[in-house]
Every structure is written in structure tokens, then in C-alpha cells.
């Protein structure tokens, strides 16, 4: 599985911004997908997923602000960012993994960094 990922960039606080996620390979029917983020000097962290049946996951930190969204057609998932915020920077990751769960089909896509300005 190959994960393209788009859409970072630089935008003031407050703005809005929207990544995008491509994937293509061998593609499982029944997966989630989902946006990870890492701040320089932290750890990875989760920001939202969701599966091939629509069941999405926020983290705490970006309900209300965030929106998770897929088309399966296109294999491809979305998120969209508003009211951001300078604690939202961070290299953004997509991730894809089958259901449930398992090491062996984890995937990474190749990051897209999205900076907030104050």
C-alpha cells in the first residue's frame, strides 16, 4: 500500500486547512485510515481515523475544530482543519491499516507539515 499525502502548508491562527490522503496498492475493503501528527520534540499522537464503515475517532484536542471524512471510491481521506491553532503544527501522517488491526499492514504515508502562526 502506497500513501500519498497533501494539503500542509502555512496559515495564521484561526485559518482553515485541508490534507488529503491517497492510497493505492492492495487495498483491503474493511480498513481505517487515519491522520497522525508529531510536533518537533514530542511524540507521535493521534489526531483522527476513520474505517471503511464510516466509524470515525477524534483526539480530545481537536473535536468541534476537525472533520475526518473518506471516499471510498477513491481510496483516498480527508481532513479538514478549522479555527487552527499554533499547537496544531506538526508534520501530519496518514496512516492506513486493515481491520482489526495488525503490524503487518500498517502503512505510513510520507508526512505533510502544517504550521500555525500566532
Known amino acids: 500500500v502506497q500513501l500519498q499525502a497533501s494539503g500542509g502548508g502555512l496559515v495564521q491562527a484561526g485559518g482553515s486547512l485541508r490534507l488529503s490522503c491517497a492510497s493505492s496498492?492492495?487495498?483491503?475493503?474493511?480498513?481505517?485510515m487515519g491522520w497522525y501528527r508529531q510536533a518537533p520534540g514530542k511524540q507521535r499522537e493521534l489526531v483522527a481515523t476513520?474505517?471503511?464503515?464510516?466509524?470515525?475517532n477524534y483526539a480530545d484536542s481537536v473535536k468541534g475544530r476537525f472533520t475526518i471524512s473518506r471516499d471510498n471510491a477513491k481510496n483516498t481521506v480527508y481532513l479538514q482543519m478549522n479555527n487552527l491553532k499554533p499547537e496544531d503544527t506538526a508534520v501530519y501522517y496518514c496512516n492506513y491499516n486493515i481491520l482489526p488491526r495488525t503490524e503487518k499492514y500498517d502503512y505510513w504515508g510520507q508526512g505533510t507539515l502544517v504550521t500555525v502562526s500566532s
Open positions: 476513520i474505517t471503511s464503515g464510516g466509524s470515525t
Open positions: 496498492g492492495s487495498i483491503f475493503s474493511i480498513n481505517v
